[in-house]
């Protein structure tokens, strides 16, 4: 358990099913206790920039927030290490080094009985920058929060850390694992690299590669809030 004054922030959206089941898991084993804020995003193709950002406001007045995945955890100590990181140095920190995928199997074994042995062999991808991240305010206000002109999936959290290291605070990193447990995917899901989603927001991620000086970064970044560019 961490200082309770920090918010974890949680982009949600209800499935009525595994999902539902792994994050009611989450808040017993991992969460129990802490100030956590779900941030909802309901309608549509799911747009996890608005739902994070929705958190953030409710959460209101915070100088630390942590920013977890619905269906992905790390060791406490592990979380504790990034959160005392930030703190440190006022940067953006990944909260592990390598996503570790839990496969389907063992998901229903977690949900069925409590934690388990995780087998070595699965798959792993290292240096993400999703899933479990801990973000000062400062860095947060400096990049208006989640780009909300992406939606569906893709490439919001590669924009989020990307516009932290051109705008001069790039995200540090603490090594160790996050586990991704197993969920039904939709067939949309499946299909996704091909969809047209997710070349708009390949398009979009291709706009923050091209912005590399601070001011092309903050042009990019003034945006990110559509209902307050809209209104």
Known sequence: MFDLDIPVLVPRRADHGRRDKIWAQLCERVWWGQNVIEGHHEGGLFNRSAALNTAAEIADDWDFAVIADADSFVPAGQLAGAISLARRTGH?????????NVELDETRQILEHGWIEYR??????????SSMLVVPRTVWDLVHGFDERFSGWGCEDRAFARACKVLDAPPLRIDGPVFHLAHDRPVEDVKRRRSAAF?????????????????AMRAIVAGNRVAEVAA
């Open 92 to 100: 953006m920190v990944i909260a592990h080094s390598r996503w570790i």
């Open 120 to 129: 070595d062999h699965r798959m792993m991808l290292e240096f993400t920058v």
């Open 199 to 215: 070349l708009r927001n390949e398009r979009r991620w291709q706009q923050y590669l091209g912005a590399r000086t601070a001011d």
